[in-house]
Structures are given as structure tokens and as C-alpha cells.
């Protein structure tokens, strides 16, 4: 199963559990501040994203989409 996911960087707090909880580890934290003074989490290799979610349920913010396909 293949996942896309996006990320909300202006409602992401940085909090990394999604870096934490990714079993792809392609969740990172940028290196730039959100307007709210924030580093956001970004999405690098979406080609390994399974589209598991565990991303998702773990954003306290609600600020991950996630998309699955079975392609």
C-alpha cells in the first residue's frame, strides 16, 4: 500500500511525535520557524510512506492528512 501525507506547518507545533512515531522515518523538522515561531514538521521520501497514519493519530494539532492508494 502506498501514502502520501501533508502537513499543516503553520498549525504544527513541532512537538516531533511524528517523528517519533513514523516507521519510515520520513518525518523531520524543518529548519525554518512557522509565523508562530515554530519549527514544523515536513515530509521528505514520500515514496516510502505506507500510508499507515500513525502520524496522524499521534498529531496532537490535527495538522496531518494522510492518503492511501492501493497502487
Avoid at 499543516?8 to 520520513?26: A, H, M, N, R, Y
Wanted: hydrophobic content about 35%; some cysteine.
Amino acid at each position: 500500500m502506498k501514502g502520501k501525507i501533508t502537513i499543516d506547518k503553520e498549525l504544527c507545533k513541532g512537538c516531533s511525535f511524528c517523528v517519533i512515531t513514523c516507521p519510515q522515518k520520513i518525518i523531520f523538522l524543518d529548519d525554518k520557524f512557522n509565523q508562530s515561531g515554530y519549527l514544523p514538521a515536513c515530509a521528505g521520501s514520500m515514496d516510502k510512506c505506507t500510508g499507515c497514519a500513525l502520524c496522524a493519530e499521534m498529531c496532537p494539532e490535527i495538522a496531518i492528512k494522510v492518503w492511501r492508494s492501493k497502487k
